[in-house]
Antibody, heavy 120, light 107 residues
């Protein structure tokens, strides 16, 4: 069974940092492209970042470029999102999402999400 | 970035109704469009990809159509479990973008 389990969310002050993790199981993690998608409270879905299966190709939304860093450890079946210089507008539930095999950019599995709250 | 719009933003319907949601892209995206269903407190669930291909396990009352810039999601006979928010997403290019969502609630 495919499982994606996020962790690392919490309350952080503006300007602070947080590192999210996504533990993958039930599939060959190293074969799949992965993404982070977020959802502010009561709002819609916003794509945040993409990483290729090898980690060699990375993309970011303009809203997080220069502040967030996506990475992965295929030996540990894990995806990460390092978030620096956090702002109130980064408050959201963060989901890791698996891209369907073959590289088409839609998501066939999502984690349950981890809540990040940026507030003083 | 490609901008996605959806209409309506919300609708009220009864079980058994036929429901249609429209999604429009700011530029042509061929058929690189997916639809998701999201219930409160839950992660989104993939319903349709390639504009009209039903994801495995999704009931056949869901269907999608369109190409280029205009797309529709149709629920042919609304069931109680279909009350949720629906999002379209283009994957023609990174940056990926979602529509703002359409909330379907009970009349």
């Amino acid at each position: 069974e495919v499982q994606l389990v996020e962790s690392g969310g919490g309350l952080v002050q503006p300007g602070g940092s947080l590192r999210l993790s996504c533990a993958a199981s039930g599939f060959t993690f190293s074969s799949y492209e992965m993404n982070w998608v977020r959802q502010a409270p009561g709002k819609g879905l916003e794509w945040v970042s993409y990483i290729s299966s090898s980690g060699s190709t990375i993309y970011y939304a303009d809203s997080v470029k220069g502040r967030f860093t996506i990475s992965r450890d295929n030996a540990k079946n894990s995806l990460y999102l390092q978030m620096n210089s956090l702002r109130a507008e980064d408050t959201a539930v963060y989901y890791c999402a698996r891209v369907v095999l073959g590289g088409e950019g839609y998501f066939d599995y999502w984690g349950q999400g981890t809540l990040v709250t940026v507030s003083s | 970035a490609i901008r996605m719009t959806q209409s309506p933003s919300s609708l009220s319907a009864s079980t058994g109704d036929r429901v249609t949601i429209t999604c429009r892209a700011s530029q042509g995206i061929s058929s690189y469009l997916a639809w998701y269903q999201q219930k409160p407190g839950k992660a989104p669930k993939l319903l349709i990809y390639a504009a009209s291909t039903l994801q495995s396990g999704v009931p056949s009352r869901f269907s999608g159509s369109g190409s280029g810039t205009d797309f529709t999601l149709t629920i042919s006979c609304l069931q109680s479990e279909d009350f949720a928010t629906y999002y379209c997403q283009q994957y023609y290019s990174y940056l990926l973008t979602f529509g703002p969502g359409t909330k379907v609630d009970i009349k």
